[in-house]
């Protein structure tokens, strides 16, 4: 399985919320999943602590390994979980910006995720990464780095939601940048995703659950899975 690394270089845009989310709904639907943590604010791996105490007492959550790893030790882990687990999703969150451990990262990922608001500096972003990927691979001689974009924090409304969506993707298209796959489902909005990453938990099994919360990730990773197959 592929190693999978999550970057935006705009804080906020919402990778860590955005991979432990998606890691959860991998575990729902059957997969293995491994996470590494290659941010030095330790975000990730202090939500899956706050999880791991959960299942100490008694919640029904299924657990999955995170490690804080930075610098050679990011990459060893790496290379050891692609040996040893070979059908493990490995996903790594990162800082987001042009350091070692982003390089890193990247340079042993198979795909990066950038989740991105509407806004038009998150997407301004979105080109910095492209650019990234493509002179790392240049550089080293490594197969292209797909970059694949997904729409996160978008308007619950309906009407707002489209309008900008639309005027999202033209900007995208008039500047030039071109992700190599847009998914179709976007994330929207909601206080739950900030209340289940308290709890050690993602959308897909927080209680009380939001219907359209879960369904949203559902989608999301499903449609992961399938471009990656």
Same mark, same amino acid.
Request: charged fraction near 25%; charge should be neutral; glycine fraction near 6%.
């Given at each position: 399985?592929?190693v ?5 270089? @705009? ?15 991998? +575990?729902?639907l059957?997969?293995?999943?491994k996470a ?12 899956? @602590?706050?999880?791991?105490f959960?299942?100490?007492n008694? #919640? ?7 490690? !804080?790893?930075?610098?050679? !030790?990011?990459? #060893?882990? &790496? ?7 070979p059908?493990?999703?490995?996903l790594?969150?990162t ?22 608001s509407? !806004?038009p500096?998150? +997407?301004?972003e979105?080109?910095?990464?492209? @650019?990234l ?26 009407k ?8 999202? +993707? ?16 976007? &994330? ?10 308290? #709890?050690g938990?993602g ?18 990773t499903?449609e +992961?899975? @399938?471009?990656?197959?």
């Amino acid at each position: 399985m592929p190693v999978i690394s999550f970057i935006n270089p @705009k804080g906020g845009g919402g990778k860590t919320t955005s991979i432990s989310n998606i890691a959860v709904a991998l +575990l729902e639907l059957g997969h293995k999943v491994k996470a590494l943590d290659a941010d030095p604010q330790t975000s990730l791996y202090q939500w899956n @602590k706050i999880r791991d105490f959960q299942i100490q007492n008694g #919640e029904n959550l299924k657990p999955f390994f995170v490690a !804080s790893v930075q610098g050679q !030790s990011l990459i #060893e882990t &790496i290379e050891e979980t692609k040996t040893n687990s070979p059908k493990t999703f490995i996903l790594i969150d990162t800082t987001g910006t042009n350091d070692e451990n982003t390089r890193a990262a990247m340079l042993r990922s198979e795909y990066i995720i950038t989740p991105c608001s509407y !806004s038009p500096i998150e +997407l301004w972003e979105v080109h910095k990464v492209i @650019k990234l990927t493509e002179n790392l691979a240049q550089r080293t001689g490594k197969e292209k780095i797909k970059v694949l974009l997904f729409f996160n924090k978008t308007p619950t409304n309906p009407k707002s939601h489209e309008l900008r969506k639309e005027a999202a +993707l033209e900007y995208l298209e008039a500047s030039m940048i071109f992700p190599d796959k847009i998914f179709n489902t976007v &994330i929207k909005e909601r206080v739950v995703f900030q209340d289940a990453m308290g #709890e050690g938990k993602g959308v897909v099994d927080y209680t009380p659950s939001n219907t359209d919360a879960k369904r949203d990730i559902l989608n999301l990773t499903k449609e +992961l899975i @399938k471009y990656i197959k």
